[in-house]
């Protein structure tokens, strides 16, 4: 099946710094998500986005699917902002709608 | 449009114990979900439907049993709960679009510890 890759697998900022966090993917893609789990365990949808550029507020995102990878970038970061980063991949090959998640960036912005 | 709601959230179990957790969705989505998410670890995929009447295996089926008798509902079943299923469930649900599996909606999650 495909692999999914996402780095750093820690991050810890100051409240204001900006960060990149990736998803490398092995194999060709029929739909990529970002997530963002809160410290509640909440998984939030930050962006569908299989290909192009994407940007909400001071998120953005960018998926190059040809390099099977995909960019999440974090501006002005805030202590909300903590918790853990999911991308989540749907394989080309199927329309039957199992995805394969990344085991996540874990993001500690502090005051 | 409450989104995706699973029921309950919290449930402690003996071992041997059965339950069934509840997933209901009102977008009208064809597809749905069951995912377990165990500490420290991404999510895994249980089994899942992609429409009424239908389900499948995921990743991690065994110990499971799933049910989509509606549209809006989707059933996870354990029938002799065992330590190793101590986890958070996650359900979700994902629509079609010209044709095409997109977007998919996540659950509040369901806390689960078998002891």
């Known amino acids: 099946g495909i692999q999914v890759e996402q780095s750093p697998p820690d991050l810890i900022l100051q409240e204001g710094a900006n960060s990149t966090l990736r998803c490398n993917f092995s194999?060709?893609?029929?739909?990529l998500q970002w997530f963002h789990q809160n410290p509640w365990g909440q998984l939030i949808n930050l962006f569908y986005?299989?290909?192009g550029t994407k940007q909400n507020g001071r998120l953005s995102a960018t998926t190059v699917a040809t390099e099977r990878y995909s960019l999440l970038y974090i501006s002005s970061s805030q202590t909300t902002d903590s918790g853990v980063y999911f991308c989540?991949?749907?394989?080309?090959?199927?329309?039957?709608?199992?995805?394969?998640f990344g085991d996540g960036t874990t993001l500690t912005v502090k005051p | 449009n409450a989104g995706v709601t699973q029921t309950p959230k919290f449930r402690v179990l003996k071992t041997g114990q059965s339950m069934t957790l509840l997933c209901a969705q009102d977008?009208?989505?064809?597809?749905m979900y069951w995912y377990r998410q165990d500490p420290g670890m991404g999510l895994r995929l249980i089994h899942y439907?992609?429409?009424?009447?239908?389900?499948a295996k995921g990743e991690v089926p065994d110990g499971y049993n799933v049910s989509r008798l509606k549209k809006q509902n989707f059933l996870l079943g354990l029938e002799s709960a065992a330590p190793s299923q101590t986890s958070v469930y996650f359900c979700?649900?994902?629509?079609?679009?010209?044709?095409?599996?997109?977007?998919?909606?996540f659950g509040q999650g369901t806390r689960l510890t078998v002891v």
């Open positions: 977008m009208n989505h064809e597809y």
């Open positions: 439907s992609v429409g009424e009447g239908t389900t």
């Open positions: 979700a649900s994902s629509y079609l679009q010209g044709g095409r599996n997109t977007e998919a909606f």
């Open positions: 986005i299989p290909s």
């Open positions: 989540a991949i749907r394989p080309g090959n199927t329309n039957a709608g199992k995805s394969t």
């Open positions: 194999d060709s893609v029929n739909n």
